[in-house]
């Protein structure tokens, strides 16, 4: 099947810097991205969704200027956490879908807010 | 609109012994129903999925869920448990009429019992 990855699987960052978090579609090109936000214990939460050459649609409540999300390619894209505060920790997914019905997840990025 | 609610936020057997958990979902429109795990501090596997073929599916590592119109529940059950399937289970409602959107239900952590 399709694979999503994510890189890296984990990291830890000091309040105030930014960080990158790669995504990428590794066998197949996908037309549209999501980034996906879970906090411990609960459920995910869709953050945004970006196609391909184009901006992201942010979800009600999340900060565009706070989590740029770059979808460049057909196989890559990238969240980028500025200016970090511990509230920031937490676990992100991305998700890819080709242009089938099928949507493909990433293993995930644990992210720590120092 | 579409929805998906998990009827228990944790389930408890002992290893040996049936699972069920339970999903109902409402949707305007014909859905897809899928159901994952997650296994702590992991990314989503995939366990099956329900798109308008047979009713009863079939999954990985002995899973199996119905979906039932009339009572709009996709319920995944497992004939024997084992401690390996001890994680965060997902059920998922998605749909691309009307736009592609996925629905994540709170998620039902299951513990199993040696």
């Known amino acids: 099947g399709a694979v999503v990855s994510q890189h890296p699987s984990w990291v830890i960052c000091k309040s105030g810097t930014s960080v990158k978090i790669e995504c990428r579609s590794l066998?197949?090109?996908?037309?549209?991205m999501f980034w996906y936000r879970q906090f411990p214990k609960q459920s995910l939460m869709l953050m945004a969704t970006s196609n391909e050459g184009s901006k992201a649609t942010y979800e009600q409540g999340v900060e565009k200027d706070k989590f740029l999300i770059n979808h460049a390619s057909l196989t890559l894209s990238t969240l980028t956490v500025t200016s970090a505060h511990p509230e920031d920790s937490s676990f992100y997914i991305c998700?890819?879908?080709?242009?089938?019905?099928?949507?493909?997840f990433g293993p995930g990025t644990r992210l720590t807010v120092t | 609109a579409q929805s998906v609610t998990q009827l228990d936020s944790h389930v408890s057997v002992s290893e040996g012994t049936p699972v069920l958990l339970r999903c109902n979902y409402s949707s305007s429109y014909s859905p897809s129903l899928f159901w994952y795990v997650q296994h702590p501090n992991k990314g989503l596997q995939l366990l099956l999925k329900?798109?308008?073929?047979?009713?009863l599916v079939k999954g990985i590592n002995g899973f199996e869920a119905e979906f039932k119109k009339s009572e709009t529940s996709f319920h995944l059950t497992k004939p024997s448990a084992h401690m390996s399937d001890a994680a965060e289970y997902f059920c998922v409602v998605r749909t691309n009429t009307g736009g592609f959107k996925t629905i994540f239900g709170a998620g039902t952590r299951l513990f199993v019992k040696a």
């Open positions: 329900y798109t308008s073929a047979a009713t």
């Open positions: 066998d197949f090109q996908a037309t549209t």
């Open positions: 998700s890819a879908r080709a242009d089938s019905y099928e949507q493909y």
